[in-house]
């Protein structure tokens, strides 16, 4: 797998952004816990990372444009209100971006409403589907994930027509679950696992590259251009994560995280 990364330099990639919001007021936008600071981008950084991929020979793309020869897929989970702004330096740029709602939370402090919603789907942005309620798709039996998804794509496609794609929350996947999302009628699934993207990505997974509020314009464009050391760097640290997680359990494992500042 480090063999492929490092030799693909030019393949597509997906970035995974949360929420755009100044540092000291990463509480009012998006989900609010011990760590999920961790997740949320300063607007200044996000224009840098803008001015890097513009720079770049990667293009933002939207899964359902016609791939161009490098594409990078934009993508922001959980549906926090700063998506309004995060979609305004996009569109500053001529970009689009795909933006994943967790149902339950529509119009909750902090969330889009389905105006906004409305608003980002009319300016060309791709509005998908992060489950009901931001579920562990693991953890769940059979029955209540077939909800969270169903659901989920049912209630945006009845708002815009249609929902093609979905984000898995908690990078909690395997071979079942991405069975269940196929059969639930999505056509593109994007996890959390740092991945190129073949040109021809129609109904595959699309892994992603995560953004961390520390993560500075010289280390994003590191990712583009698939740098040994970060590709190295990212990839250890993805499978070591995901090994703990199983170890410990994923509450236990953020509950430890959270006291040693652990990413």
């Known amino acids: 797998m480090i063999r492929d990364l490092l030799s693909s330099p030019t393949s597509g990639l997906a970035l995974l952004y949360h929420d755009i919001v100044p540092r000291k007021e990463t509480d009012t936008s998006g989900f609010v816990t011990d760590g999920s600071?961790?997740?949320k981008l300063a607007p200044e950084m996000f224009d840098r990372h803008l001015s890097v991929i513009a720079d770049s020979a990667f293009e933002p793309a939207l899964i359902t444009d016609k791939p161009p020869n490098r594409p990078v897929y934009l993508t922001f989970d959980d549906g926090g209100q700063t998506a309004m702004e995060a979609a305004r330096r996009l569109?500053?740029?001529?970009y689009r971006?795909?933006?994943f709602i967790v149902l339950d939370r529509?119009?909750?402090?902090?969330?889009l409403d389905w105006n906004q919603i409305h608003t980002l789907d009319q300016r060309g942005?791709?509005?998908g589907s992060h489950t009901m309620t931001h579920a562990n798709l693991l953890k769940t039996n059979?029955?209540?994930?077939?909800q969270?998804?169903?659901?989920?794509k049912a209630a945006i496609a009845a708002e815009l027509g249609q929902c093609q794609s979905l984000s898995i929350p908690l990078g909690a996947y395997n071979e079942e679950v991405f069975k269940a999302v196929y059969e639930a009628g999505y056509e593109y699934i994007f996890t959390s696992e740092p991945v190129r993207i073949p040109q021809d990505h129609l109904n595959q997974r699309l892994g992603r590259w995560n953004i961390w509020y520390d993560t500075d314009p010289d280390e994003l464009a590191a990712i583009l251009r698939a740098s040994p050391p970060i590709?190295?760097?990212?990839?250890?640290?993805?499978?070591?994560?995901k090994f703990v997680k199983q170890l410990l359990g994923y509450n236990r494992f953020i509950r430890i995280r959270d006291i040693i500042s652990f990413q």
Request: charged share 20%.
């Open 148 to 152: 969270e998804l169903t659901e989920s």
């Open 97 to 99: 971006g795909h933006f």
């Open 125 to 127: 942005h791709c509005i």
């Open 142 to 146: 059979t029955q209540r994930r077939q």
């Open 37 to 39: 600071w961790r997740y």
């Open 91 to 94: 569109e500053a740029y001529g």
């Open 231 to 241: 590709v190295l760097q990212t990839v250890v640290r993805w499978y070591g994560v």
């Open 106 to 111: 529509v119009g909750e402090d902090g969330f």
